[in-house]
């Protein structure tokens, strides 16, 4: 798979199958994870995502919980963006709440962030259209992620959300789930135990 990629998106493309072989192990699965078109292919049964950033840090989640139908992930640095592409990110509400912080640009790469991890999640479902900016709207309390996407985008009976962490060295690393809310363990109330895993690591 490594067959024409220079050497940067090699370090990129390891780091993330790296993240995501211990991902697989750790939920007693085995790989290799393999692509379709850019996507990447878990083994049947596994929902996963992979992250990689600058430095070739890689990141990946991985589920087996049936109660959940994709995955995002996201690995971003703090500070990439520049306020000037707000516009293009955000929607007014979350451009109000970057700005009222004491570093707007940071902010700024967390709702970047999180809506490229709902974009990898959306698109594992094979949405019918590609999914916008604009198309989800992010509200952050603490480390959760209340997200709003447009009607057409979710299939019925689906919910998705998602949690933020700050990475000490300048990162930000977002996860989205789209949860299937007839699934029993949802129905009977409880909060279902996704069993998340994300990996980061350089690669050597
Ligand atoms: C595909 C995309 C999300 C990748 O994000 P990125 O920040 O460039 O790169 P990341 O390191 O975070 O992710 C790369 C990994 O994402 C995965 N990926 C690529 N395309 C994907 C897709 N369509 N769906 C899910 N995962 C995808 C791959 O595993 C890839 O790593 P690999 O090629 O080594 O296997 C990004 O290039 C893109 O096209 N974004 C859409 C922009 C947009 O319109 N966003 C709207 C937000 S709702």
Request: hydrophobic letters at 40%; aromatic letters at 6%.
């Amino acid at each position: 798979m490594l067959h024409g990629m220079g050497p940067g998106r090699q370090a990129d493309f390891v780091a993330g199958r790296r993240a995501a072989a211990r991902a697989l192990d750790a939920l007693g699965r085995a790989g290799p994870v393999l692509r379709e078109g850019r996507r990447p292919l878990f083994p049947p049964g596994v929902r996963g995502s992979i992250s990689h950033c600058v430095g070739h840090i890689g990141a990946c989640v991985a589920t087996t919980n049936p109660a959940v139908a994709a995955v995002g992930i996201d690995l971003e640095r703090t500070d990439r963006l520049t306020w000037g592409t707000t516009h293009l990110i955000c929607t007014p509400r979350e451009a109000r709440w970057a700005a009222a912080a004491r570093r707007p640009e940071s902010r700024l790469s967390v709702v970047f962030s999180a809506k490229e991890a709902v974009y990898k999640a959306l698109s594992a479902l094979s949405p019918h259209r590609r999914p916008l900016f604009h198309d989800s709207e992010i509200k952050i309390s603490g480390k959760r992620l209340d997200i709003r996407v447009s009607g057409d985008l979710l299939p019925p009976g689906h919910d998705i959300f998602g949690w933020a962490l700050l990475i000490p060295g300048g990162y930000v690393l977002t996860f989205t789930a789209v949860t299937i809310r007839r699934h029993t363990s949802i129905r009977s109330g409880h909060q279902p135990s996704f069993h998340f895993l994300a990996e980061t690591q350089k690669a050597v």
